[in-house]
């Protein structure tokens, strides 16, 4: 796996996890930005195991000539149950339906907040490509080749817009 994002954000990690993980603006700005449309997103819903989970599916802008406009997504959202006091993990799986060799990969983020002080927290993000079978050698490599740098674009512009909306929040607390 890679490590797409390891940073520490003067945000709270439980205000980080609702950025992130519940139906807020700052989502769904940046999924506007990134062109991601149609958005249904279910609310989170505990298990019998204790964790919680939730659903999303989505349509996506690609813009590769080779793979096409668009495809839609779906995410499982596990959130493992809070090992401790300010600390959340989310193990998302997304699958694209519509590309070459929908059928034989999906993509493996795992989302990690720690709280490291009371209004600071550590983002982190691990991805992995994952095959459900194996395909032939040479399609192997471009489907891991396209995902990657999809995915690194993906999380650098994520930072980006995480680093803008922390400044918002501490330009406001310091001006009440
Ligand atoms: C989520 C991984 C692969 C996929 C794409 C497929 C190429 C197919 C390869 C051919 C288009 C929001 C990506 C990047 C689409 C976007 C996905 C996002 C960024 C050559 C056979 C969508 C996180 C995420 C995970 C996986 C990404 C896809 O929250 O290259």
């Known amino acids: 796996g890679r490590l797409y994002l390891n940073r520490v954000f003067h945000i709270s990690a439980d205000k980080m996890f609702e950025l992130l993980f519940t139906d807020s603006s700052f989502i769904r700005r940046f999924m506007d930005i990134r062109k991601i449309t149609n958005i249904s ?3 989170w819903q505990r298990e019998d195991s204790g964790n919680m989970k939730r659903d999303l599916n989505y349509t996506i802008a690609i813009n590769n000539p080779l793979i096409g406009k668009f495809t ?3 995410e499982n959202q596990t959130m493992v149950k809070e090992s401790r006091e300010g600390h959340y993990m989310v ?16 993509t493996h983020n795992r989302y990690s907040i720690t709280r490291s002080s009371k209004r600071k927290c550590r983002l982190r993000v691990n991805t992995d ?48």
């Not at 997304?94 to 999906?106: A, C, G, K, M, S």
């Not at 395909?135 to 995902?147: H, Y």
């Open 41 to 43: 997103m279910d609310p």
């Open 91 to 106: 193990d998302a799986e997304v699958y694209t339906h519509d590309v070459p060799y929908h059928d034989y990969f999906f």
């Open 72 to 74: 839609r997504a779906t």
């Open 129 to 176: 490509v994952k095959y459900k079978k194996q395909p032939w050698g040479l399609v192997k490599s471009f489907i891991t080749k396209n995902s990657w740098s999809g995915i690194e674009d993906y999380f650098k512009q994520m930072e980006s817009e995480l680093l803008d909306e922390e400044a918002e929040i501490n330009q406001g607390a310091r001006d009440s």
